[in-house]
């Protein structure tokens, strides 16, 4: 199956500075990407979509201005989260949509587990 | 919106034995269905997916799922359980986005221990 590869796998910050996450579909092209926040035992909520050359559309309640959303090219999207807080410690997810799968099952990254201090 | 259930945070089952893990759906239209597994600290692998056609749909590692209509059901099954498919199991509906593209919605999970 088609593979997407996010990195880093874990990091950890100090509060006030900012973290880059980065998703790469290695051998499909992904015109949408979707990146999503999952709290411990709960379920993935998903935070933006993003589309290649434009910007992303975010969900209600996602600070758009704390989770910067670049897609600029059809193998890479990134995530990078601003003035990090304590509060935005979670595991993160990508995923991408082969377009030449008919547009149907996405395939998802590893995850990021971010730890802010 | 289209959504999806799942009624069990956990299902325990005896290694060897089958197990179900359940998802009912709440869609307009067709429903485009799919069955994700998340191991600890992973992201999701895919296992499998409806789309139309047979009902019984064979997946990865074994697994399958039953589309239901008239119950608005799509369960996951496998024949045999083994310890290592002890995870998170993840069922989606395929949505409509604001991006104007589909997106997956989740459930919320349900977590399978296959105890030894």
């Known amino acids: 199956g088609a593979v997407v590869s996010q990195h880093p796998s874990r990091v950890i910050c100090k509060s006030g500075t900012s973290v880059k996450i980065e998703c790469r579909s290695l051998d499909f092209q992904a015109t949408t990407m979707f990146w999503y926040r999952q709290f411990p035992k709960q379920s993935l909520m998903l935070m933006a979509t993003?589309?290649?050359?434009?910007?992303?559309?975010?969900e209600q309640g996602v600070e758009k201005d704390k989770f910067l959303i670049n897609h600029a090219s059809l193998t890479l999207s990134t995530l990078t989260v601003t003035s990090a807080h304590p509060e935005d410690s979670s595991f993160y997810i990508c995923?991408?949509?082969?377009?030449?799968?008919?547009?149907?099952?996405?395939?998802f990254g590893q995850g990021t587990r971010l730890t802010v201090v | 919106a289209q959504s999806v259930a799942q009624p069990e945070d956990q299902v325990n089952v005896a290694e060897g034995n089958p197990l179900t893990v359940k998802c009912t759906y709440s869609?307009?239209?067709?429903?485009?269905l799919f069955w994700y597994v998340q191991y600890p600290n992973r992201g999701l692998q895919f296992l499998l997916k409806?789309?139309?056609?047979?009902?019984l749909v064979k997946g990865s590692y074994g697994f399958e799922a039953e589309f239901n209509k008239s119950q608005t059901s799509f369960h996951l099954k496998k024949p045999s359980a083994l310890v290592s498919d002890s995870a998170l199991y993840f069922c989606?509906?395929?949505?409509?986005?604001?991006?104007?593209?589909?997106?997956?919605?989740f459930g919320k999970g349900t977590k399978l221990s296959v105890i030894p």
């Open positions: 989606a509906v395929r949505d409509y986005g604001g991006a104007g593209s589909y997106q997956l919605t």
């Open positions: 993003s589309n290649e050359g434009s910007k992303a559309t975010y």
């Open positions: 869609v307009s239209g067709n429903p485009y």
């Open positions: 409806y789309i139309t056609g047979d009902n």
């Open positions: 995923s991408a949509r082969d377009r030449g799968l008919g547009n149907t099952e996405a395939f």
